[in-house]
């Protein structure tokens, strides 16, 4: 199983929601990332979490929310969002530690998600 | 953090034609990766090349690494229809946190 599993595919929800996007891995990987794309630009990373400790938080506002349960799940829990944090966010996985340093990141098709 | 630049942002060719793209760094790297992405879904991991490796190989693609001038390209032979996309290189950094950093990526359109 190479496949990272994101739910739902598509999101609709008002400022004022409290929402929860999530994310699953069977592939035994130990680091878990968040990354959020608008159009036509780059992924942005958000959060990595490494061995279900979070690593890296780039500086995300904090209506945005990670949790990693267990070592093949992690969700991004969503509160008050803004109409400008509608995108596509994208979770990723990789083998061990960070991406940089161990290897290829085997994404998700993404949660398409629109803030009214 | 450091990003790639990719060069040129857009490439429109004919089925069969060889595409040719260009990423830039500013930092020291671990590694460089190259990553497909179709229209609004996820991103594809296409090839890894180490800091201490030139040039690399996996089916139609050739990426090359050239440290001394933070730069790398891929190369696409024998384009199909099925290769338009975008492409994006992305930089796994070698000091400090090991994030990998995405470049603006290139729409590459393969025109049967």
């Known amino acids: 199983d190479t496949e990272v599993t994101q739910t739902p595919k598509h999101l609709v929800m008002g400022m004022t929601n409290k929402k929860s996007l999530k994310c699953e891995q069977h592939m035994g990987h130990r680091a878990m990332y968040w990354y959020k794309q608008k159009a036509k630009k780059p992924p942005e990373l958000m959060f990595v979490y490494s061995y279900e400790k979070l690593s890296i938080n780039e500086s995300v506002p904090s209506r945005f929310s990670p949790e990693c349960p267990n070592s093949s799940l992690l969700n991004l829990h969503l509160h008050a969002l803004q109409p400008e944090d509608s995108a596509l966010y994208l979770c990723a996985s990789s083998q061990g530690g960070l991406a940089g340093n161990t290897g290829e990141l085997f994404f998700g098709e993404g949660s398409r998600l629109t803030v009214l | 953090s450091q990003q790639g630049e990719e060069d040129p942002q857009a490439l429109s060719i004919q089925e069969g034609e060889n595409a040719t793209m260009n990423c830039s760094y500013k930092?020291?790297?671990?590694?460089l990766q190259w990553y497909r992405q179709n229209s609004g879904r996820g991103l594809v991991h296409l090839i890894l090349i180490r800091s201490n490796e030139r040039e690399k190989h996996s089916g139609r693609l050739r990426v090359t690494l050239d440290t001394s001038k933070k730069s790398s390209s891929l190369l696409i032979t024998a384009s199909r229809a099925a290769d338009t996309a975008s492409y994006f290189c992305?930089?796994?950094?070698?000091?400090?946190?090991?994030?990998?950093?995405f470049g603006k990526g290139n729409q590459v359109v393969v025109i049967p």
């Open positions: 930092t020291s790297i671990n590694n």
């Open positions: 992305a930089t796994g950094e070698y000091y400090g946190n090991n994030r990998l950093a």
